[in-house]
């Protein structure tokens, strides 16, 4: 195995320039959810520039969906490169470097992928940050074929199976009878609505379980200081251990919005957004030859007193087929986390180079381990 991992990594490195390009490529043009063409037609060019991959695009009737695959072993894995950014400050998820390994570790993997009797996929998954690309994906039997996937995401901290819990979102809209505020007796304040609901809220969450999450913003609540708003939207997402415990508690989230309804007289009408991230259920075999191969590369797994992180739709693919979603870290101090201005940054400097270089070959060799593994190799494989 050593020989053929020597062989892997230096693939892998004689590779890394056009990889980073493609990672720097796509930060600098941060695309949104669904709407990820440049970027999925940039990770498509990478693959097939690499002379091995044949590639089937707009799957499961989304336009920016792909299946790239090299090599035609029994024993197929995926890589999820996930594509899409954030309003406002793009790609501070770090897609793009996510994106960028994935690449990293199927053109290392692809001149190996016979040998090691392999079949190599990239799954381009559109819009994770908002429509879970992949649950529509899974439903559509994209992964029906696949025994297992995996991807890395980047970080604060290098966690090998970090807490991934599941979420939901609804939006909530109230209509009541607008007014002049000189003249208020005879409106209906659907604003007030909204500051109703969101005092029931805290106070509700008293009675929730430890690590559970309501989270709530308000998008329209009235134009001017003096004009009652007839109409006001709210955004809720619930965040749990399941999703069957997200349903649960969103039962009594939603009698707190129906108390914004009954004391402003106001209507109340929800709508369930199409977010739905399913809780993530680690490998037990994967996880820790990844954690093998990442310590080799020089990434440390420190005993965090907290490893529970955010939900993402990875989780939808995990309980479909045996999978892993590892963190690794950039170096910023705690202000910089996820989601912020600073990491989007980060993820195109020397921090983000790094984690495509150690996210990228620690998948490729883990990949080629469990290939050359025969209890792990069988287990997959039935």
Request: proline fraction near 5%; include cysteine.
């Amino acid at each position: 195995m050593t020989g053929t991992n020597e062989r892997i990594e230096g693939t892998f490195e004689r590779n890394l320039d056009s990889v980073l390009e493609l990672s720097h490529r796509i930060n600098a043009n941060p695309e949104l959810a669904f709407e990820e063409h440049e970027t999925s037609a940039s990770i498509i060019a990478a693959l097939e520039d690499g002379g091995r991959f044949t590639v089937e695009e707009g799957v499961a009737d989304l336009p920016t969906a792909f299946v790239a695959s090299a090599g035609h072993g029994d024993l197929v894995f995926a890589l999820c490169a996930e594509m899409d950014a954030l309003p406002g400050i793009g790609h501070g998820c770090g897609h793009n470097v996510i994106a960028a390994s994935a690449v990293g570790a199927a053109l290392a993997l692809a001149p190996y992928a016979d040998e090691l009797g392999l079949t190599v996929r990239v799954v381009g998954t559109p819009a994770e940050e908002r429509g879970t690309g992949k649950e529509i994906m899974v439903n559509r039997g994209v992964f029906d074929d696949t025994h297992a996937a995996m991807m890395v995401h980047p970080s604060l901290k290098d966690v090998v199976t970090p807490q991934l819990r599941a979420s939901r979102s609804w939006q909530v809209t109230y209509t009541g009878r607008g007014g002049h505020a000189s003249r208020p007796w005879n409106a209906l304040n659907a604003g007030d609505a909204t500051v109703v609901a969101q005092t029931a809220i805290g106070l509700l969450r008293q009675q929730l379980r430890d690590g559970v999450r309501v989270h709530h913003v308000v998008k329209e609540a009235g134009a001017a200081v003096n004009v009652i708003p007839d109409r006001a939207v709210t955004d809720c997402m619930i965040r749990c251990d399941t999703i069957a415990e997200v349903d649960e508690v969103w039962e009594r989230v939603r009698r707190c919005f129906d108390a914004g309804a009954v004391a402003t007289g106001t209507s109340v009408e929800y709508s369930a957004l199409p977010s739905i991230y399913r809780e993530f259920r680690h490998d037990p075999d994967l996880a820790p030859l990844f954690e093998q191969n990442a310590k080799a590369i020089g990434r440390t797994f420190p005993d965090y007193p907290d490893t529970m992180f955010g939900s993402t739709d990875m989780g939808n693919v995990s309980l479909r087929i045996p999978a892993i979603h590892p963190m690794l870290s950039f170096d910023l101090p705690p202000e910089d986390g996820n989601h912020t201005a600073a990491f989007a940054i980060a993820a195109a400097r020397p921090e983000g180079d790094r984690f495509v270089h150690d996210a990228g070959l620690a998948m490729a060799l883990t990949i080629a381990h469990a290939a050359q593994t025969d209890s792990v190799r069988t287990r997959l494989l039935t």
